[in-house]
């Protein structure tokens, strides 16, 4: 029988008015990777939060037991000096500092006043090489992308000597190539005998690497799945997600398809730094007015690029667009200014771009929180809200400009899937109302389900496009291999 090598009993968590976390319970047996799944808002970071000790012992009510010990963490370099390292969704790296100097932080090798740096350098170049990273210790974290500073959190975990490793949404800012090697990096981990709990709103993921799965909803504990005697299933964590059966999670609708809107033709642009690279490589497009445009493809591929240059975001260096409409863009990270209202987020750039009257822009503003369920929010601030509000916000503040089209990049990548059906019904809708949409994503089942049409990127060019069977049931190789990365999410 398999060791348990964590157990929180009956851990209840109250903050002024809100009980976060009532009586929950986990265990996790020595050498698996056990995610924690759960809606916005369930409680999963709470829970970490109380294990790692950021609240204390004493803030919050039930057990900890650690490797047979009962623990009672005041800070977080008591459950780190146990062997609990967490790594935060939004990772806590300096970018103006060296990976090593980052590595070591708070952790520094050599005595209390002179730190030996050649020791520092020198362990560092030993777990970079642990997690694949191949950049020398000595280069600055601003230099690396974001892939690459999840590795270095990692390695600086396994600096800190992790028995038990929590990644808290760990591929929530990856894209879908440094996910699967993140992944596949965890699942060595495993071989190796480390524990690790995942946080995780991305249910593909869960099937790729969990050996059990404990779901929390409204802060209670519903149930802990074990993939070797369980029959698991989406649907089924969906339910105990969000306590229903999720019906309409890519809801169908009927297209309402007019006339060519927009139309790319030739469109190519060099590298910023590699003049002789192309990121978009003589593309031509259409998008025609109602339609959905799906835009998948690989890390790399010149999707976004072609976004941004769609959207006067960046120029390209060859090539001529055909449209003399207005646009509006809606964000991955939602992109809301955090000190104004949600009204004054919606109503700001129609006053001060285009100069209209308040009173006019106020009732459309009215109209658009109705129209997206947040009549109630108009007064509230962005940090008030759960990510799918969030988003609403940004669509309806997009709306608020009147546009012609409007231009998505990775609108549910930040969601879980009750709040990504959300989304899904509002964009439904709005193609409902003859709105033009195009959609940047990596979420294949998104694509498939809410496009009239799609285009697969890679390297620059078109390499499959039609509609989303053609797409997705064609025989081209790269469109294969980025299908096989993950089980369709």
């Not at 899937?417 to 195009?438: C, R, S």
Request: charged share 30%; with cysteine; hydrophobic share 35%.
């Amino acid at each position: 029988m398999a060791k348990i090598l964590l157990e929180m009993k009956q851990i209840t968590k109250t903050f002024p008015g809100v009980k976060a976390l009532d009586n929950v319970n986990l265990k996790v047996e020595k050498g698996e990777i056990h995610a924690l799944v759960g809606e916005n808002g369930a409680g999963k970071s709470t829970l970490m939060n109380v294990l790692s000790g950021i609240y204390p012992y004493g803030t919050y009510e039930g057990d900890i037991i650690y490797d047979g010990e009962v623990c009672k963490f005041s800070k977080i370099k008591d459950s780190e000096e146990k062997g609990i390292v967490i790594i935060h969704q939004e990772l806590a790296l300096v970018p103006e500092m060296t990976i090593g100097e980052n590595m070591y932080l708070g952790n520094e090798r050599g005595s209390k006043y002179a730190i030996d740096w050649d020791k520092t350098y020198g362990e560092a170049e030993k777990y970079l090489k642990q997690v694949g990273l191949k950049e020398s210790s000595h280069v600055l974290i601003k230099d690396i992308g974001v892939g690459k500073q999840q590795l270095v959190e990692i390695a600086k975990a396994l600096a800190k000597k992790a028995k038990l490793l929590i990644l808290d949404e760990p591929t929530a800012s990856l894209n879908e190539e440094d996910s699967k090697a993140l992944l596949d990096l965890m699942l060595a981990f495993k071989k190796q005998g480390m524990t690790m709990i995942i946080i995780t709103h991305k249910l593909n993921e869960v099937s790729y690497v969990a050996d059990k799965i404990t779901i929390i909803r409204d802060g209670s504990t519903i149930e802990t799945l074990d993939k070797k005697t369980d029959n698991i299933t989406e649907e089924r964590i969906i339910k105990g997600m969000v306590g229903r059966e999720l019906t309409s999670r890519f809801p169908k609708r009927e297209p309402h398809i007019g006339d060519v809107e927009l139309e790319v033709k030739d469109w190519t642009v060099y590298h910023n730094v590699y003049a002789e690279r192309k990121v978009v490589d003589n593309v031509s497009i259409h998008v025609c007015k109602g339609e959905v445009l799906g835009i998948i493809g690989p890390s790399g591929s010149g999707k976004s690029t072609l976004l941004r240059c769609a959207t006067g975001l960046e120029t390209p260096d060859d090539g001529e667009i055909n449209y003399d409409g207005t646009f509006g863009l809606v964000f991955q990270n939602f992109n809301l200014f955090p000190h104004y209202s949600v009204m004054k987020n919606i109503t700001d750039a129609p006053l001060r771009v285009q100069k209209r009257k308040k009173e006019e822009v106020y009732k459309e503003a009215r109209e658009l929180l109705a129209k997206m369920g947040l009549s109630d929010k108009e007064n509230a601030y962005p940090y008030q809200l759960s990510g799918g509000q969030q988003q609403r916000v940004s669509i309806a503040r997009a709306l608020a400009m009147n546009p012609d089209i409007l231009f998505f990049d990775e609108p549910t990548s930040a969601l879980d899937p009750e709040l990504t059906g959300e989304i899904l019904k509002v964009i439904k809708d709005l193609a409902a109302e003859h709105m033009t949409m195009v959609i940047v994503t990596h979420e294949m089942n998104f694509a498939k389900n809410v496009s009239d049409h799609v285009i697969f990127m890679d390297n620059g060019y078109i390499a499959v496009e039609g509609t989303p069977e053609e797409v997705f049931g064609s025989s081209n190789e790269r469109m294969k291999e980025f299908l096989g990365k993950f089980r369709e999410n």
